[in-house]
């Protein structure tokens, strides 16, 4: 058994596991009696070594197909109909993602905020949130859960939803972040992580960031740019994770930048890779830009190195600006 399909029977054995103490919970659910029979049809497969075989034709499926341990059929052997619904179950989740995304350009209580969210396909698994707390405070959530597609988009739901929840409870940041890593941990499958920049900006121009293992953000201020190193590792990996605050104090027109790998792991015709040090430098060179004017500068020149050459990611870039 190949090394990615020893860590899908792993994660399929723990699914099943969940999947068998709620049927015990809900009396026997017709739903979670037949996904429990599916899977186990699936491990049976893999145990026979026809895991990632289309059932009909018997040829090799689809790479992004054989992630999903309960698919059978190669994209080819699929009937008009299935693929029409297929389609417009994408298009369901992608419209829905959509609508999950908070307004464009944002201003509230003296900061303002621009982002760009890009998929890669049909949905995305970066993450990307600006809320107005109760008391007058800004939070914004900014991250990337592991893998890409419907899985990645529908564990960024569950991780929006979280969040969203846990904010009304007015917990520190660090607890907050805490819990929320306890109950990602807890409900997903052990493969499924997601890095994450949690910050709070009050009225002030205080900040208090966390960072669970996502790429540095950069701290534009007084005329310089420096790297913000995450304070903890990505949320799901440990249950009981503990995470550091760092606090900053922004002055009028400094700004924080925020972005995926979609970025730094964008490559051009001669496979070159973008990297941490090109943003660094952009960012040096347009630091007084307001946030909508440092996205679109930022995308540009992503673009202008990409040369032609295709995404291999999905990509989200966030500009954060004290405006007063």
């Not at 052997?77 to 992608?94: G, K, N, P, R, Y």
């Not at 910050?199 to 996502?214: D, F, K, P, Q, Y």
């Not at 304070?231 to 924080?256: I, Q």
Request: proline share 4%; aromatic share 8%; glycine share 8%.
């Amino acid at each position: 058994m190949a090394t990615a399909q020893v860590d899908i029977h792993t994660d399929m054995l723990g699914w099943r596991q969940r999947l068998e103490g709620a049927i015990s919970d809900f009396d026997q659910s017709p739903h979670l009696v037949h996904l429990l029979h599916e899977l186990n049809s699936a491990l049976d497969r893999m145990d026979k070594g026809t895991y990632g075989t289309c059932a009909i034709c018997e040829g090799p499926m689809e790479k992004d197909i054989v992630v999903d341990p309960l698919a059978r059929y190669c994209l080819d052997c699929l009937t008009s109909a299935e693929v029409q619904a297929l389609q417009h179950d994408l298009d369901s989740v992608s419209e829905i993602q959509s609508e999950m995304l908070p307004q464009r350009d944002f201003s509230f209580a003296g900061w303002q905020a621009c982002y760009h969210y890009e998929a890669l396909g049909p949905v995305s698994g970066d993450y990307c949130d600006l809320l107005r707390a109760d008391n007058g405070d800004l939070f914004f959530l900014f991250g990337d859960v592991a893998g890409k597609g419907i899985a990645a988009s529908m564990l960024m739901a569950h991780l929006s939803a979280t969040f969203r929840s846990l904010i009304t409870v007015d917990l520190p940041l660090n607890q907050l972040v805490e819990r929320a890593n306890r109950i990602f941990s807890e409900s997903t499958m052990p493969a499924y992580f997601a890095t994450l920049v949690c910050g709070r900006a009050n009225s002030s121009g205080e900040i208090e960031l966390c960072n669970a293992g996502h790429l540095p953000p950069l701290l534009i201020r007084g005329g310089d740019v420096k790297t913000l190193e995450a304070t903890g590792l990505p949320l799901g990996l440990f249950s009981g994770e503990r995470y550091a605050v760092t606090h900053l104090k922004l002055n009028k027109d400094d700004s924080l930048l925020l972005y995926t790998d979609g970025v730094t792991e964008a490559r051009n015709p001669l496979d070159g890779e973008y990297g941490s040090e090109r943003l660094l430098r952009l960012a040096n060179k347009y630091q007084l830009l307001a946030p909508q004017q440092l996205v679109a500068a930022c995308l540009q020149d992503v673009r202008d190195f990409r040369s032609g050459a295709p995404r291999t990611d999905d990509l989200t870039v966030m500009a954060i600006r004290r405006s007063e």
